[in-house]
């Protein structure tokens, strides 16, 4: 069965530094991999998706991941924080029909 | 730490009949839950914000009276897909709202996986 560790439940960025959220997965099979943001009171959003197609996956709001197997890391990144990002993110694996959430992690962004 | 249980894990149902599901909260009391329901390799969609004690606000597209939400209780929110059909299969997640402390969390249920025959 797979599973999903988000290896950090807070980080701490200050406005305009790169934000890094790390992801760690395991999985017998060819997962799917996702990244979604909540924020509070409102429903998950989807930031960005991979599934077997480039290992470099572009999202909205400027955030990329890059799934390594070697690794089995699917970490999420950002150049530069904004305010809005402050927000929860959740790591997904699907995999086999079967789906794993990460535990999430806390974005906070300092002015 | 927080749990949240979804019952029944699988379900299989005949066209036309009607399916419900449970999503528990079971150490915590959860005034928001959410319900999502998820294709295989695709992302998850929203379906409907589920507020204890008032109606559920249903997402753009998804038929209210064909998935009936009812949030009874701090801990209990349920969804019955109604006269279900083939295209109503798939895989369907509750998350939980706590905001009982200083920090506000989410906790997600291990989904349910609904095939209409």
């Known amino acids: 069965a797979q599973s999903v560790t988000q290896l950090d439940s807070h980080v701490s960025v200050s406005e305009g530094t790169p934000v890094l959220l790390r992801c760690n997965y395991s999985?017998?099979?060819?997962?799917?991999l996702f990244w979604y943001v909540q924020h509070p009171n409102k429903g998950l959003q989807l930031l960005l998706k991979?599934?077997?197609?480039?290992?470099l996956v572009k999202g909205i709001n400027g955030f990329e991941a890059e799934f390594k197997k070697s690794e089995t890391s699917f970490h999420l990144t950002k150049p530069s924080a904004h305010m809005s990002d402050a927000a929860e993110y959740f790591c997904?694996?699907?995999?086999?029909?079967?789906?794993?959430f990460g535990a999430g992690t806390r974005l906070t962004v300092k002015p | 730490g927080a749990v949240v249980s979804q019952h029944p894990s699988r379900v299989i149902c005949k066209s036309g009949t009607s399916v419900k599901i449970e999503c528990r909260s079971l150490d915590f009391q959860a005034t928001t839950m959410f319900w999502y329901r998820q294709f295989p390799k695709k992302s998850l969609m929203l379906m409907a914000t589920?507020?204890?004690?008032?109606?559920?606000?249903?997402e753009q597209g998804v038929e209210k009276d064909k998935f009936l939400i009812n949030h009874a209780s701090l801990t209990l929110s349920t969804l019955t897909v109604t006269s279900a059909h083939p295209e109503d299969s798939s895989f369907y997640i509750c998350?939980?709202?706590?905001?009982?402390?200083?920090?506000?969390?989410?906790?997600f249920g291990p989904g349910t996986r609904l095939t209409v025959t």
């Open positions: 999985s017998s099979y060819s997962p799917s």
């Open positions: 997904v694996v699907e995999d086999n029909n079967d789906m794993r």
């Open positions: 991979y599934t077997s197609a480039a290992t």
């Open positions: 998350s939980a709202s706590r905001q009982d402390r200083a920090t506000y969390e989410q906790y």
């Open positions: 589920s507020n204890e004690g008032s109606k559920a606000t249903y």
